[in-house]
Antibody
Framework: EVQLVQSGAEVKKPGDSLRISCAGSGYSFASYWIAWVRQMPGKGLEWIGIIYPGDSNTRYSPSFQGHVTMSADTSTNTAHLQWNSLKASDTAIYFC????????????WGQGTLVSVSS | DIQMTQSPSTLSASVGDRVTITCRASQTINSWLAWYQQKPGKAPKLLIYKASSLDSGVPSRFSGSGSGTEFTLTISSLQPDDFATYYCQQYNSYSPVTFGGGTKVEIK
């Protein structure tokens, strides 16, 4: 069974750094792109970007390029999303999801990680 | 980027109603469109991909149609479990992936 399990909720202050994780199991983790999606409070879904764990190739949405960093570790089958300096506007739920082979729709999703940034 | 416009943003309906949600792309995306259902506090769930392909385990009352720039998601007979928010997503390979703004289906 394909599973994506994300790390727990985080409460941070502006300027803090943060890395959240997404652990994949039940499939060949290195062979499927992982997507990250943001959902701000009460709002819709926003595509952050994708990473291919097999070679760490990344593709960022222009809106998020330079603001977050995606990485992946095939030794632990875990993908990460990282911020160097959080802002209050980063407050959101962040989902990881497995990208379908050959297409970019998302069949398997993590449960989401709530990131709260407040002074 | 390709903009996805969903309508309506909110829809009030009763159990048993036929419901249609529309998604328009700002440029052609062929059939590279997916539909998701999201309930409060949960991750989205894939319903339809490639505009009209029903994902495994999704009830047959859900159907998708369209190509090019105009797409629809239809629920043939709304069930209590279907009250949720629905999103379209375009995944044309030559443009960043984008989602529609969402349609909330409420109880009338």
């Amino acid at each position: 069974e394909v599973q994506l399990v994300q790390s727990g909720a985080e409460v941070k202050k502006p300027g803090d750094s943060l890395r959240i994780s997404c652990a994949g199991s039940g499939y060949s983790f290195a062979s499927y792109w992982i997507a990250w999606v943001r959902q701000m409070p009460g709002k819709g879904l926003e595509w952050i970007g994708i990473i291919y764990p097999g070679d760490s190739n990344t593709r960022y949405s222009p809106s998020f390029q330079g603001h977050v960093t995606m990485s992946a570790d095939t030794s632990t089958n875990t993908a990460h999303l990282q911020w160097n300096s959080l802002k209050a506007s980063d407050t959101a739920i962040y989902f990881c999801a497995r990208v379908a082979r050959g297409d970019y729709f998302l069949r398997y999703w993590g449960q989401g990680t709530l990131v709260s940034v407040s002074s | 980027d390709i903009q996805m416009t969903q309508s309506p943003s909110t829809l009030s309906a009763s159990v048993g109603d036929r419901v249609t949600i529309t998604c328009r792309a700002s440029q052609t995306i062929n059939s590279w469109l997916a539909w998701y259902q999201q309930k409060p506090g949960k991750a989205p769930k894939l319903l339809i991909y490639k505009a009209s392909s029903l994902d495994s385990g999704v009830p047959s009352r859900f159907s998708g149609s369209g190509s090019g720039t105009e797409f629809t998601l239809t629920i043939s007979s709304l069930q209590p479990d279907d009250f949720a928010t629905y999103y379209c997503q375009q995944y044309n390979s030559y443009s960043p992936v984008t989602f529609g703004g969402g349609t909330k289906v409420e109880i009338k």
